[in-house]
């Protein structure tokens, strides 16, 4: 079942941890690096392309600048950023360059997913980069990026990237073995789950908070992104990178880690994009009879379901939509912006022009902007 899977693909997305890669001065780790690269390198020569998502800039900055806490302030943690991407490509770059692969760094914020043209030019660029046979490393731009415009953590953007890209599988490389039935660190009798169908809300209870004290992520994170990562049609495999050699061994099909499985009915890239990397500036809310017709498949928002709309944006923003009961249930990406809303909620899509005195449309979210969660 796994290596059924595991076997057809041609392009990964490997994220790596802050934990595994630096060692216990919080300095990197230079022959771990290098054992990855040669790992990357037979992936390579497989015909398989990869792309790296890496974590490790803060905590390689803050040992250099003498940190020995995790940096307290924003500004601190940024600045360690600064100083440790360098450092991590620097190291990544040598490591690669003997095995005879190129490397490119990457730096992205949420806004430069969000915004659709940049969006598109990231994904242009990684392809020019992959047919030039060289391997993208991409991180948060964490040196400028503020709350609002995070990703979170290296999770959540190794999963927008994988959908960025199009792979077919996450490979998302920790310090635990995968994910386990209990806290392992608890229960001495826990077991590793081979293989997920689809993450269950008890499991998402069971992986908790972050595991680590260097990165940001937790296995919480990490089921969040196997399922963003499903959403787009891929399966993520989590595993213990400490030894990178398991990767390659893991596609052939032995039983390392925990495979999840992409989701039975996966969303186009544009959809995912919408429902996952779009930052939404506003609330649409409807009335019961919409909520139940907008939960089948392939249906418009018009304005006559619509109750309340919050927020101030623009059309063509992202929007969350709410049912009867507050829950939200869909997102999409409006035609009409909010205060236009504020005018025809409630009324037939054909009394828009008489209303506004034009009309973009009947619609307020079009089917092909509109996703349900
Ligand atoms: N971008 C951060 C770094 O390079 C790591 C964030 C994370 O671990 O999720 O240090």
Redesign the pocket.
């Known amino acids: 079942m796994r290596s059924e899977h595991l076997k057809i693909i041609k392009r990964i997305v490997i994220k790596i941890?802050?934990r595994i890669l630096t060692d216990e001065d919080g300095n990197l780790d230079r022959s771990w690096i290098s054992a990855l690269a040669s790992e990357v390198a037979e992936l390579r020569r497989k015909n398989i392309e990869v792309i790296m998502v890496?974590?490790?800039?803060?905590?390689?900055?803050r040992t250099l600048m003498g940190i020995t806490e995790r940096p307290r302030t924003i500004p601190q943690k940024q600045a360690?950023?600064a100083v440790?991407?360098p450092l991590?490509m620097h190291e990544y770059e040598m490591a690669l360059r003997t095995t005879g692969y190129k490397v490119a760094q990457i730096l992205l914020t949420r806004d430069d997913l969000a915004d659709r043209q940049r969006f598109l030019n990231a994904r242009a660029t990684i392809d020019t980069l992959l047919e030039f046979g060289i391997i993208p490393i991409i991180?948060?731009n964490?040196t400028v990026a503020v709350e609002e415009i995070k990703?979170?953590?290296?999770?959540?953007?190794s999963a927008l990237v994988t959908n960025l890209v199009d792979a077919g599988l996450l490979a998302i490389l920790t310090d635990i073995d995968g994910l386990y039935d209990a806290d392992p660190r608890l229960k001495p009798d826990a077991r590793l789950i081979p293989l997920v169908r689809s993450v269950t809300k008890e499991m998402e209870r069971s992986a908790g908070g972050s595991g680590s004290s260097?990165?940001?992520?937790g296995m919480a994170?990490k089921l969040s992104a196997a399922k963003k990562a499903g959403k787009s049609g891929a399966a993520t495999l989590i595993l213990n990178g400490k030894d990178p050699g398991i990767l390659s061994q893991a596609l052939q099909g032995a039983d390392f880690g925990t495979l999840f499985l992409p989701a039975a009915r996966s969303l186009s890239s544009r959809k995912h994009w919408i429902a996952f990397t779009v930052r939404p500036k506003g609330r649409i809310y409807v009335d019961e009879g919409a909520g139940r017709v907008l939960r089948q498949e392939g249906r418009s928002l018009l304005p006559s379901g619509i109750t309340r709309v919050e927020g101030n944006f623009e059309r063509g923003s992202g929007v969350r939509i709410y049912d009867h009961e507050g829950i939200e249930f869909a997102r999409g990406v409006t035609d009409y912006d909010s205060s236009e809303i504020s005018l025809i909620l409630g009324r037939k899509s054909a009394e828009i022009e008489d209303i506004l005195g034009y009309r973009y449309g009947d619609e307020i979210i079009h089917r092909d902007n509109f996703v349900l969660l």
Do not use: C, I, K, Y
Request: charged letters at 15%; hydrophobic letters at 35%; a negative charge.
């Open positions: 941890g802050s890496s974590s490790g800039a803060v905590a390689a900055g360690a950023a440790g991407q991590l991180n948060e964490d990703f979170g953590d290296n999770d959540n953007l260097v990165g940001t992520g994170t």
